[in-house]
């Protein structure tokens, strides 16, 4: 019985260390004897007991990394504090496991050395407005290093970049000096195009107050010629007509009696106004008179 323990015990022991289940996105390394064998894949796996090893487990998945925040200098001698995540994935388990000690260590002093270099050559301004490229080099610089790590350096973002306390309060002066000027440059344009807006209305209405001043008085002028033709077109008629009736029977003793009573009634009101009555010394005068209008009426008619 205590034979048949032993030998269960010896059985399990044997088979737990012959079979190995690999986790999916991982990689395994196994030693024979000390010595690098091979690298086991996901899945069932099955080992030499007691001469195999797995001494190595990575897992392929894509691995962030938080870089500690450090101190750099840039190009004008100002003090930055960045702070920065890195992403990397494990692509050669083997390399991994033997080309560095400790591949992550590697990796963040190789990135903050990198960063370091890099903000060292920029200005400070540039350091906000260059971040794609900041992030670019460290990842180039990076990738090239890591390769013979086994790793592969995704990509590299810049969480944080925190200049001194002064280089701040100058910075929020600067923006806010950069806002005023432009709110009154927006200001004056909006007062020189309010000033071109009046101008222009002033312009227009100037030039449809004369068109319709002009096409007035040219209404008038119209309205005055055609007032002038009317009246012509209605004394001619009426002179047509006297001249007919002139020269229908019994028109020629019409005039001279109206022309007759005409001088009687300038006589009349000529001695109203003097308070006097005045009577023709010789009546022929009248009928002269009568007979000088009738030969001017019947020379008209003739013309």
Not at 2 to 28: C, D, G, N, T, Y
């Amino acid at each position: 019985m205590e034979i048949a323990l032993i030998v269960a015990v010896i059985a399990i022991l044997f088979i737990s260390r012959a079979i190995k289940i690999v986790p999916q996105q991982h990689a395994w390394v196994v030693e024979r004897l000390g010595r690098y064998d091979r690298t086991l894949a996901p899945g069932l796996r099955v080992l030499v007991p007691f001469v195999d090893r797995v001494s190595y487990k990575h897992s392929l998945k894509e691995i962030p990394l938080d870089v500690p925040s450090q101190v750099c200098i840039t190009k004008d001698n100002t003090q930055l504090t960045v702070d920065g995540i890195l992403y990397f994935q494990v692509t050669d388990a083997m390399r991994a496991s033997y080309g560095s000690s400790n591949f992550i260590v590697a990796i963040t002093q190789l990135a903050q050395t990198t960063l370091r270099s890099v903000i060292g050559r920029m200005e400070l301004d540039k350091t906000f407005e260059e971040r794609d490229a900041i992030n670019a080099s460290v990842v180039s610089a990076l990738d090239e290093a890591a390769l013979n790590w086994g790793v592969k350096v995704l990509r590299y973002e810049i969480k944080d970049l925190t200049p001194p306390a002064e280089i701040l309060r100058s910075m929020q002066a600067q923006i806010t000096a950069e806002r005023e000027k432009r709110a009154l440059i927006a200001a004056s344009e909006g007062r020189r195009q309010e000033q071109i807006n009046i101008a222009t209305g002033e312009r227009e209405a100037a030039i449809a107050r004369s068109e319709g001043e002009k096409q007035a008085e040219i209404n008038k002028a119209q309205g005055e010629a055609a007032a002038i033709t009317a009246v012509a077109d209605a004394t001619a008629d009426a002179i047509r007509k006297i001249a007919e009736a002139i020269r229908s029977p019994g028109g020629e003793q019409a005039v001279q009696l109206k022309v007759a009573e005409k001088a009687v009634d300038a006589y009349a009101q000529l001695a109203q106004k003097n308070n006097t009555m005045i009577v023709p010394g010789n009546m022929s005068e009248v009928g002269g008179l009568i007979g000088t209008a009738m030969a001017l009426l019947k020379g008209g008619q003739k013309a």
